[in-house]
């Protein structure tokens, strides 16, 4: 069951921005609220892998070498809403975003994320 929605994602000229979001489906209660969140990407033919994810309080982030210094995750507890802003973007960087949600510490593993979003494309121009 699909309990979180991504948005924000495009077709970008490498050296561009975008701006994900990710909310609650409203299928259920909150997820966000009470939850850490996660961004993943998966590449065509390639693993899932981490990006970036916050703690339920936003003050412990965990990024990825490859996208440290040029993604920044945050959320909005007053409307339940995890952003991933995206800047510097490479070709490198297309991939379907995903973001998820775990209960507990900030993990970059996606096993331990058990609710998930259905992706958003994000595609890098050269």
């Known amino acids: 069951q699909v309990q979180l929605v991504e948005s924000g994602g495009g077709l970008v000229q490498a050296g561009g921005s975008l701006k994900l979001s990710c909310a609650d489906s409203?299928?259920?209660?909150?997820?966000?609220?009470?939850?850490?969140v996660g961004w993943f990407r998966q590449a065509p033919g390639k693993d899932r892998e981490f990006v970036a994810a916050?703690?339920?309080?936003?003050?412990?982030?965990s990024y990825s070498p490859s996208v440290k210094g040029r993604f920044i995750i945050s959320r909005d507890s007053t409307v339940n809403m995890a952003y991933l802003e995206m800047n510097s973007l490479k070709p490198e960087d297309t991939a379907v975003y995903y973001c998820?949600?775990?209960?507990?510490?900030?993990?970059?593993?996606?096993?331990?994320?058990?609710?998930w979003g259905q992706g958003t494309q994000v595609t890098v121009s050269s």
């Open positions: 998820a949600a775990r209960y507990g510490l900030v993990r970059n593993v996606s096993q331990m994320y058990d609710s």
């Open positions: 409203g299928r259920s209660l909150s997820i966000i609220s009470t939850h850490v």
């Open positions: 916050i703690s339920l309080n936003g003050a412990v982030t």
